[in-house]
């Protein structure tokens, strides 16, 4: 048994569905976890993320985390009752009216009291050990940054082994691409660093995607980005960033898209042009 299969009961499904026991409880753990003075500021940012929110509030407050930490929520101006799951978990939550990563995540920095600012997508479940591990790599000598790996939900079209080739190939490739450009095997979702310096970088809300990468590169002026391959802090996610293509599918994609300028990753950088079809048009 995985330890996320519990949570997966209720993944997917409409909050009006989720039991009433699943709420309270999860209300009751995470009011117990939240510190006045917290080293950890876990921030969980959420757009139209109904029914997969609770899950995610479930799994965060099971933690094994021996750190202070306060947990908040940003609602990214959503449609459907987001709200309403942030509001019965009875954590701190704000709504963030301008749509997109790069807002909802400056929102969070801007309200976090942690020194420590851990990104988490509302759709992906974490394990326990996932902010021990982290946090305890986080905080050694000349760190700014770190970021874990992902596994995605097996389910029908997408088998366990399929699954676990296609990750052991995107991980090899993103531990290689690490060395020299850290910034482009950063994920949002499996990414924690030091908020004092996320907030003189800041979030970038011009661009449409990579808020995470550009706050990573702006992060290595003031300390290395470090990687955690650990299984324990492994967080595990739905098929958004594969779009449900089919495994073959996307892993033949990724192979064209990466395989051009493949040297590249063997050469340090510390700027990028924007393309014209990332940038936000009309701000």
Not at 91 to 119: M, N, V, W
């Amino acid at each position: 048994m995985a330890w996320y299969d519990k949570y997966l009961s209720i993944y997917g499904k409409p909050f009006a569905d989720v039991p009433d026991n699943i709420i309270n409880e999860t209300r009751q753990r995470l009011a117990a976890l939240q510190s006045d003075e917290p080293l950890i500021s876990i921030v969980v940012i959420a757009y139209n993320e109904e029914t997969h929110l609770q899950a995610c509030l479930w799994a965060i407050s099971e933690m094994d985390c021996s750190f202070p930490v306060e947990i908040i929520g940003v609602d990214n101006d959503s449609k459907d009752r987001t709200a309403e799951v942030f509001k019965a978990s009875g954590i701190p939550y704000y709504t963030e009216y301008e749509h997109s990563c790069g807002y909802a995540r400056r929102c969070g920095l801007q309200h976090a009291k942690g020194r420590l600012y851990f990104d988490v997508d509302s759709d992906t479940l974490y394990p326990p050990q996932y902010y021990e591990i982290m946090t305890r790599r986080l905080m050694k000598p000349g760190v700014v940054g770190v970021s874990s790996l992902w596994s995605y939900f097996p389910d029908a079209t997408h088998s366990r082994l399929s699954l676990a080739l296609f990750e052991l190939c995107r991980d090899m490739f993103l531990y290689v691409q690490h060395f020299k450009r850290p910034e482009l095997s950063v994920r949002g979702l499996v990414f924690a660093y030091h908020a004092e310096y996320g907030r003189k970088v800041g979030y970038r809300v011009d661009i449409i995607r990579g808020e995470d990468g550009s706050m990573a590169l702006g992060l290595k002026k003031y300390g290395r980005i470090a990687f955690v391959y650990s299984r324990k802090a492994r967080a595990v996610t739905g098929y958004g960033t594969l779009n449900e293509e089919s495994i073959l599918k996307s892993l033949i994609k990724r192979i064209r898209i990466q395989g051009k300028g493949i040297l590249r990753i063997f050469t340090k950088k510390d700027h990028y042009e924007d393309s014209e079809d990332n940038l936000v048009k009309n701000r």
